[in-house]
T-cell receptor, first 112, second 111 residues
Framework: SAVISQKPSRDICQRGTSLTIQCQVDSQVTMMFWYRQQPGQSLTLIATANQGSEATYESGFVIDKFPISRPNLTFSTLTVSNMSPEDSSIYLC?????????FGEGSRLTVL | RKEVEQDPGPFNVPEGATVAFNCTYSNSASQSFFWYRQDCRKEPKLLMSVYSSGNEDGRFTAQLNRASQYISLLIRDSKLSDSATYLCVVDNSNSGYALNFGKGTSLLVTP
């Protein structure tokens, strides 16, 4: 399995500010992803975090809004920039290991 | 049309009951299928993969009907601890990686 730690677990932020979420995995993994889960909605893939290169973003998500870093095979960050109340959501880091997708416990973000 | 559709429920069943969840997917080229379980305020966790021939894991049975683009999950002898949201997940990747999640079906097992 994979143990994934996310920080912060929750935060309340003011409109217009930015928040960086950290994801640490207990082992090296090639595939690392960031998902968003809005209330009552399905998990939506934001991007694939690529080690050593720019993240690959899904339709509807852009680097300026969700910059991602992946300095090595065990760590990644997601920044939610210039936040608005619509960004209130749970953000989940996930990794693919042995064909199974493992998730962190998520970061619950509330934007006022 | 949503790529993965599920009945959101909630399904309220008594302990010991049998309950079935259904899921339909829109992409006929989908390759792999899964059921994930998500407890309240927790992260999703893999419950079981769904194979073409159908598969069983204890009280849980998953079935796939490619012709109808339909996946099911059957839970027999429901336990209180089965209360959770069950997510239908479809992998559309031919190469690379592309998981699509349904919104989930909520199950509440009552004493």
């Amino acid at each position: 399995s994979a143990v994934i730690s996310q920080k912060p677990s929750r935060d309340i932020c003011q409109r217009g500010t930015s928040l960086t979420i950290q994801c640490q995995v207990d082992s090296q993994v090639t595939m690392m992803f960031w998902y968003r889960q809005q209330p009552g909605q399905s998990l939506t893939l934001i991007a694939t975090a690529n080690q050593g290169s720019e993240a690959t973003y899904e339709s509807g998500f852009v680097i300026d809004k969700f910059p991602i870093s992946r300095p090595n095979l065990t760590f990644s960050t997601l920044t939610v920039s210039n936040m608005s109340p619509e960004d209130s959501s749970i953000y989940l880091c996930s990794v693919l290991k042995f064909g199974e997708l493992f998730f962190g416990e998520g970061s619950r973000l509330t934007v006022l | 049309r949503k790529e993965v559709e599920q009945d959101p429920g909630p399904f309220n069943v008594p302990e010991g009951a049998t309950v079935a969840f259904n899921c339909t997917y829109s992409n006929s080229a989908s390759q792999s299928f899964f059921w994930y379980r998500q407890d309240c305020r927790k992260e999703p966790k893999l419950l079981m993969s769904v194979y073409s021939s159908g598969n069983e894991d204890g009280r849980f049975t998953a079935q796939l009907n490619r012709a109808s683009q339909y996946i099911s999950l059957l839970i027999r002898d429901s336990k209180l601890s089965d209360s959770a949201t069950y997510l239908c997940v479809v992998d559309n990747s031919n190469s690379g990686y592309a998981l699509n999640f349904g919104k989930g079906t909520s199950l509440l097992v009552t004493p």
